[in-house]
């Protein structure tokens, strides 16, 4: 089992890059942000809470998202590999994957990690608002706090990888089709 985290600020191309990977890979691929958007779709408890906090650019509490990927991890018993995507997101998250993984006698492979400028990701995510209906992509000021979120919660992610020696940086920037050559280069180094 090879497991994959696709790292990276909003809008740096995880979710276009993972769909690919996952078709070229067959990963089981696990965004916590789709699974939240699906709980906010069916109005479950845990949608309405989560939209709170994705409204505003925040992120949706720690104990919130791990349980939802403990569940999925446990939903997938066969998957030959897992790419998350959004997640951890928080160290306290990349502590509870790691064990997660290893109660399943597995871990992370590499952690991939899309280098994006500040500039571009408003770009990108401004652009796609004006048709994904997603209401954390409609003004600059909630898309700026998504990347305020980043930079004092999730950078912490690269680092806690870092010490063990998995994170790989790859150029965000450029055509999907090139990012895209890039990361597959990176997992079939690891593959072989
Ligand atoms: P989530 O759904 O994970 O969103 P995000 O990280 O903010 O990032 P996006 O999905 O917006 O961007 P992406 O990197 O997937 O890029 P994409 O491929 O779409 O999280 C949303 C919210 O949920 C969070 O704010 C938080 O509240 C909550 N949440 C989720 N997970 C959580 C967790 N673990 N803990 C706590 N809270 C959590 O691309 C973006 C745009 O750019 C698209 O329009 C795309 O077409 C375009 N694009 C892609 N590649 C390129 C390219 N090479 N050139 C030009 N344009 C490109
Ligand atoms: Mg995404």
Redesign the pocket.
Known sequence: MFNII?F????????????RLISKYGFKHL???????SEIAKQTPLGIE?KN??D???????E??IGM?SSALDNHPDAKGFLF??????EA?SQALDKLLKLKNTQIGVVLA?D?TEE??VK??L??GLT?G?S??TNEEIIRN?IV??HKK?SAVADYYKQFDKVVYVK?????D??FDALCSEIDQRLS
């Not at 505003?56 to 720690?62: E, R, W």
């Open positions: 696709l990276g600020p909003p809008g740096s191309g995880k979710g276009t890059q993972s769909e965004s916590t942000g789709d699974l939240l958007r989560a906090f994705m505003k650019g925040h992120l949706v509490p720690d919130v998202v990927i995507d959004g997640f951890p997101r928080t998250q899309l994006v571009e990701l990108r995510l652009n796609r994904s997603r954390d992509d998504r979120e980043y999730t965000g920037e450029g055509s999907v090139e990012i």
